[in-house]
């Protein structure tokens, strides 16, 4: 078994309004900033062991599948590196 | 008939739907998810709160405890479920109906009087009213907005699965009168059997001494 972190980005689909980006956007702006626009994601950093990348990947997405996103809302990705 | 209110930590709905179903003279009792759902359980309401805090996503982490399992299944056999608020996150998130209820677009918890029209009076929780019916009663979330993909909306509409509406007093369905930004103004869905979810609070206009009762009728499809 290896030490394995997965990363789990959990993002609206494209399309979804993100009120909550929005309203960051607004005050980024009230500071100053010029932007054209500006997305949010959840990031989860989860730490496993596996016994090989690809089956780290697999429980990782996994996890995705079944709680840290909603396929109805969201898309997602994962990547996977050996932990240090 | 025994309605089993579940209980999880962060409810804070469920004594006020236990006094909405006294009042109605409707069995009800308030059930622990820990204990799992009681045996003489004949309709289940899922009550309104902040069920693990929001954590995640509201009704994310409720929709996958052990208790679900037994009410998906009791909903499968065709017990009467009724999802409200975060009731409805959680039966949107566990499957149990289509859709997904996220952020208002206004980015705030917004507590206020709306009007519903009944889109489908073929229900119990609808048949106490006609179709097109107009009905007010109270919201209070900040996180509405319902969400579907286009074809599982074209499905929805298709099958007569959209129970309510956000209207106008004089039943159009407006974007001036979409509180939260709800695709087509949705506010509740009906799934599977006897399965319905929705975002305004009918156990808060049931008892006539806190004001409007139009939600009497719905809480009567568990009679």
């Given at each position: 078994?290896?030490?394995?972190?997965?990363?789990?980005?959990?993002?609206l689909?494209r399309g979804?309004?993100?009120?909550?980006?929005?309203?960051?956007?607004?005050s980024?702006?009230?500071?100053g900033?010029?932007?054209?626009?500006?997305r949010s994601?959840?990031?989860?950093e989860?730490d496993?062991?596996?016994?090989?990348?690809d089956?780290?990947a697999?429980?990782a997405?996994?996890?995705a599948?079944?709680?840290?996103?909603?396929?109805?809302?969201?898309d997602?990705e994962v990547?996977?590196?050996?932990?240090? | 008939?025994?309605?089993?209110?579940i209980?999880?930590?962060?409810s804070?709905?469920?004594?006020?739907?236990?006094r909405?179903?006294?009042?109605l003279?409707?069995?009800a009792?308030?059930?622990w998810?820990e204990?799992?759902l009681?045996?003489?359980?004949?309709?289940?309401?899922?009550?309104?709160?902040?069920?693990?805090?929001?954590?995640?996503?509201?009704g994310?982490?409720?929709?996958?405890?052990p208790?679900?399992?037994?009410?998906?299944?009791?909903?499968?056999?065709?017990?009467p479920?009724?999802?409200?608020?975060?009731g409805a996150?959680?039966?949107c998130?566990?499957?149990?109906t289509?859709?997904?209820?996220?952020?208002n677009?206004?980015?705030?918890f917004?507590?206020?009087?709306?009007h519903?029209?009944v889109?489908n009076a073929d229900?119990?929780w609808?048949?106490?009213?006609?179709?097109g019916?107009?009905?007010?009663?109270p919201?209070?979330h900040?996180?509405?907005r319902?969400e579907?993909g286009a074809?599982?909306?074209a499905?929805?509409?298709?099958?007569?699965?959209?129970?309510?509406?956000y209207?106008?007093?004089?039943?159009?369905?407006?974007?001036?009168?979409?509180?939260n930004?709800?695709?087509?103004?949705?506010?509740?869905v009906?799934?599977?059997?006897?399965?319905a979810?929705?975002?305004?609070?009918?156990?808060r206009?049931?008892?006539?001494?806190?004001?409007?009762?139009?939600?009497?009728?719905?809480?009567?499809?568990?009679a």
């Amino acid at each position: 078994m290896t030490a394995y972190t997965a990363t789990v980005t959990v993002r609206l689909k494209r399309g979804v309004l993100d009120p909550e980006a929005e309203t960051t956007k607004r005050s980024l702006e009230r500071l100053g900033f010029e932007l054209d626009a500006l997305r949010s994601a959840d990031r989860f950093e989860v730490d496993l062991d596996a016994d090989s990348e690809d089956a780290a990947a697999e429980r990782a997405d996994e996890m995705a599948e079944r709680l840290l996103a909603n396929p109805t809302i969201h898309d997602y990705e994962v990547e996977v590196e050996q932990a240090e | 008939m025994t309605v089993s209110i579940i209980r999880f930590g962060g409810s804070n709905c469920d004594r006020d739907a236990a006094r909405a179903f006294e009042h109605l003279g409707i069995d009800a009792e308030i059930v622990w998810h820990e204990d799992g759902l009681p045996a003489d359980t004949n309709g289940v309401l899922l009550p309104g709160g902040f069920s693990y805090g929001d954590y995640l996503r509201a009704g994310a982490m409720a929709a996958r405890t052990p208790i679900m399992n037994d009410v998906r299944e009791a909903a499968e056999g065709g017990t009467p479920v009724l999802g409200v608020c975060n009731g409805a996150q959680i039966g949107c998130e566990s499957g149990l109906t289509e859709g997904a209820f996220t952020t208002n677009a206004s980015a705030r918890f917004q507590c206020e009087p709306v009007h519903l029209r009944v889109e489908n009076a073929d229900t119990p929780w609808t048949a106490a009213f006609e179709e097109g019916e107009v009905l007010e009663v109270p919201i209070a979330h900040g996180e509405g907005r319902f969400e579907i993909g286009a074809e599982r909306l074209a499905e929805l509409n298709s099958e007569d699965r959209v129970l309510f509406r956000y209207c106008d007093a004089e039943g159009n369905v407006t974007d001036d009168a979409n509180p939260n930004g709800s695709t087509e103004n949705v506010a509740g869905v009906l799934g599977k059997g006897n399965v319905a979810v929705m975002m305004p609070h009918p156990e808060r206009a049931t008892l006539p001494d806190i004001g409007g009762t139009d939600g009497q009728g719905m809480l009567e499809g568990f009679a």
